[in-house]
């Protein structure tokens, strides 16, 4: 490191261990876990790009963000880092389908990805760069959610941690030295978006959602203003009773969280999938569904869960409504969710008519584990199903094959078959051909 700083803050320990991170540290089974996410990424990216969230987000990165040699993916469009980086990061959270980790109960690939290729591609940075920062920006982002006592944390919007991500990614890229990668990340830390406190508005009902984009913004923005020698308040992260040190810091490199990231089969709140997992084992089409009791963990019932939703963002919130359209059409009308569903009076019937309660067995379960018990009864007698790990956890893994189908999926009504199998050409052979074959892909507009 070039500069010391003469106070050891939690933010400089952090940062000192970025910097001194030697280049060529990934292991294979890391980029290969990296490789999946940003394949993983990709389908959700597409599947969200017409979406109401990433549609304003493109109009608005044109209108302030400015000029440049960063894509907007799959638009045709060019734009600043930030503005590029903004707009993807809406197209892929738009949907609630991106990927996201347990003990952070949160999703970091949508703000840290989008930044990263963004910052890279205007640079003209190489292949090994990218993972690692890739890398990198989950790790930090990750602690710092994951370091968080569950009696301090007023939301668990995922743009409250992380800009830190991106500040730390953006940093690598950057090569601060660790005086400069401190005070990014400090300057991202306090000026990223403060979202709300659950349950002090409707939110979840908007296209706010998780607040990732801002993040990116304030991220992005930390570490460029640190290079030109801004400087924040490095002691953000200093309080033990709101920033656990032994996992901020501890064991860093020893595992790399992004190995622990789960991947999501449905367009809606990750809380709710082991539900979804369990109706799809006990739903027998065509049968008149009498009843359904979903029992899960306390945190659940914090959700809008509005059993009439009038946006899809109420839609990805709300138990009712999600396990109703599930058990009357199946997992295909679940990647993504139409919105024409909204308005299907038979779901609303059911998600009306649908009983969700805490139980004693999960009280403990969040943010470790999102289980969820369900009772059906579809006219001959009551059954039950009890899932610990929805399909994605890493005890329940998807596969690069599975992910494929998803992009599919996703991709079939959003950019057409040909930019499809562009896009997918691209991913399969990421760990081989590094990365500009996929940004080359991304620059084709949509169809």
């Known amino acids: 490191m070039k500069h010391q700083p003469s106070t050891m803050h939690a933010i400089d320990k952090l940062a000192a261990l970025i910097v001194d991170r030697p280049t060529g540290f990934l292991a294979a089974s890391t980029r290969e876990k990296c490789s999946l996410l940003v394949a993983d990424l990709m389908a959700a990216s597409a599947g969200g790009i017409n979406s109401q969230l990433a549609t304003a987000a493109r109009a608005t990165a044109r209108d302030i963000y400015g000029d440049g040699n960063a894509t907007v993916w799959l638009s045709g469009e060019r734009a600043s880092i930030a503005g590029a980086a903004m707009a993807n990061a809406a197209a892929a959270s738009a949907l609630d ?21 963004a910052v890279a591609q205007a640079l003209d940075l190489p292949d090994e760069s990218i993972f690692e920062a890739i890398v990198l920006g989950y790790d930090v982002g990750l602690r710092i959610a994951a370091s968080r006592p569950m009696a301090t944390i007023e939301t668990y919007c995922s743009g409250r941690w992380v800009n830190y991500g991106v500040a730390a990614a953006t940093g690598r890229l950057l090569e601060l030295d660790g005086r400069e990668l401190a005070h990014a990340m400090a300057i991202a830390g306090a000026e990223g978006p403060i979202s709300v406190p659950a349950g002090g508005t409707n939110y979840q009902s908007t296209t706010v959602k998780e607040v990732i984009p801002p993040a990116v913004v304030a991220g992005l923005t930390g570490a460029f203003r640190a290079r030109a020698g801004a400087t924040g308040p490095r002691d953000l992260l200093d309080s033990p009773d709101r920033f656990a040190p032994e996992i901020l810091i501890g064991g860093f490199g020893d595992r790399w969280w992004i190995e622990d990231c789960y991947i999501k089969p449905y367009a809606c709140c990750r809380w709710i999938h082991g539900a979804i997992d369990a109706i799809l084992e006990l739903r027998q089409p065509g049968t008149k569904i009498r009843s359904l009791r979903i029992e899960t963990f306390p945190q659940g019932l914090r ?8 946006s899809l963002e109420g839609a990805q919130y709300s138990y009712y409504f ?65 899932v610990h790990h929805p399909l994605g956890d890493v005890a329940n893994p998807m596969s690069y094959v599975q992910v494929t189908r998803k992009l599919q999926g996703l991709a079939a009504d959003s950019i057409g078959q040909v930019r499809f199998e562009t896009l997918q050409s691209a991913l399969d052979g990421l760990d081989r051909h590094g990365f500009r074959p996929l940004m080359a892909a991304l620059q084709s507009e949509n169809s």
């Open 97 to 117: 389908i991106d990927d996201g980790h347990r003990r952070a109960a949160g999703h970091p690939g949508a703000g840290i990805i989008p930044a990263v290729i």
């Open 303 to 310: 959700l809008a869960n509005e059993r009439a939703p009038q």
């Open 322 to 386: 999600s396990c109703a359209l599930a058990a009357l059409h199946g997992a295909g009308a679940m990647q993504p969710i139409n919105s024409t569903r909204l308005r299907d009076r038979e779901v609303i019937e059911l998600a009306g008519a649908i009983e969700l309660v805490p139980h004693d067995d999960f009280a403990e379960a969040f943010p470790e584990r999102t289980p969820s018990r369900v009772f059906m009864d579809q006219g001959s007698g009551m059954q039950s199903v009890t």
